[in-house]
């Protein structure tokens, strides 16, 4: 894992010299439009049959990166290469790897899923009875079989992402794109693609997935680069990412008119664990965070229950009244406002 503070390194991220053969590599990518710079620098690598996440709000480059990636936007500077090779829109064989799910459906709606999808593989130069397979296997993985012959247009919007997903992986792609494949669609198909997502990424493909989702890049990804205002802020597996995060437990005290600023709310054994913060709301949250309760030094480890009964007791002696207990568990919408101080909604 790699947690940068700005200005990111301009060196290749050293994950991406440790593989062999990445099936996507983006080596300091950066484009403007006028004045706006979309993407400042990325750099990222995804290796065969991995899914790798870009997760950041709306405007953070997400998209201008992705389209810079399939080759639709030329970059100012830096490059990208595919299964090895420098990659270009120029190279049509190479663009025949790509696999593309834009943001904007791209589908035609007067055809019928089936239609679509031959339509597609054709495109890809796909024909005979290896196009009709391979027809019934998108149709079978976006779950369309029963409604194939329908016209795209009487579909929900789920479907109708489905289908859209089902068109870029007609001709097995080796790199396979997906920007905010889930934007509109109801929990089933959601539940459905993420599905097909995994399905393909076992199969070999190598997958990136932008979304601000963050529960759906914690379901699916096996490594994550944190994006915002065009630069990678951090990268790395989930895990490694939400290391130095850790739990903290909050309790919110409504404190006596005598000591309105909680300070007399803890026992004195005890308060240095604790952070105090009154809020505009004249409620006391004390945060206590895991770690201060491993250390317990010469007089033995401070376990949770050994901790919180004596300060509960004391809380409601001095005349506090309990109003909630929160636990903030690690996660990446933590990690980005860590990273960032806003959040991945903003
Ligand atoms: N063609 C363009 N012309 C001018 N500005 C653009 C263009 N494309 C993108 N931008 C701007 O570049 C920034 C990054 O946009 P981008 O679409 O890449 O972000 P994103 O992370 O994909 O966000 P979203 O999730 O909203 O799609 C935004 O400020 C956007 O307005």
């Known amino acids: 894992m790699s947690i940068a503070s700005a200005p990111p390194p ?17 080596t300091n990518l950066r484009k403007t439009f006028g004045d706006l710079t979309a993407v400042a620098d990325v750099s990222l690598e995804v290796a065969p049959g991995e899914i790798f996440g870009l997760l950041g709000p709306n405007g953070a480059g997400k998209s201008t990166t992705m389209m810079i990636a399939c080759g639709v936007l030329p970059a100012d500077a830096g490059t990208v290469e595919l299964d090895g090779e420098p990659f270009s829109p120029q190279r049509r064989d190479l663009r025949r790897k790509l696999g593309v799910v834009p943001q904007e459906l791209a589908i035609y709606p007067e055809l019928t899923a089936r239609q ?35 016209r795209a247009e009487h579909y929900s919007g789920g479907m109708k992402r489905r289908l859209n997903f089902g068109c870029a992986l007609l001709h097995r792609p080796t790199v396979l794109i997906l920007d905010e494949p889930t934007v509109g669609v109801d929990p089933q198909s959601r539940t459905h693609l993420l599905t097909s997502v995994k399905d393909v990424a076992a199969e070999g493909t190598a997958v990136i997935y932008a979304s601000h989702y963050m529960e759906e890049v914690e379901e699916i990804c096996d490594r994550v680069a944190v994006v915002d205002a065009g630069r990678v802020l951090a990268r790395g597996t989930i895990p490694d990412l939400l290391a130095p995060l850790e739990s903290v437990l909050r309790l919110h005290v409504r404190p006596p008119d005598s000591d309105r600023d909680g300070e007399r709310l803890l026992p004195a054994a005890f308060a240095p664990l604790f952070d105090r913060d009154l ?10 965070p895991r770690s201060r309760l491993s250390g317990g030094g010469a007089g033995g480890a401070q376990t949770l229950s050994g901790v919180l009964a004596p300060v ?18 690690p996660n990446l919408e933590r990690l980005f406002l860590e990273l960032t101080g806003h959040t991945l909604r903003d």
């Open 116 to 150: 679509n999808l031959r339509f597609f593989g054709k495109l890809y130069g796909l024909r005979g009875a290896d196009l009709d397979a391979r027809i019934a296997d998108a149709l079978d993985r976006t779950g369309l079989t029963n409604r194939a012959d329908d």
């Open 312 to 329: 509960l007791e004391q809380i409601r002696d001095a005349g506090g009244q309990l109003e909630a207990v929160h636990t903030d568990e």
């Open 10 to 26: 301009k060196s290749v991220p050293a994950a991406i010299g440790r593989r062999t053969t990445a099936a996507l590599r983006l």
């Open 279 to 288: 809020q505009a709301d004249g409620i006391v949250v004390f945060a206590l």
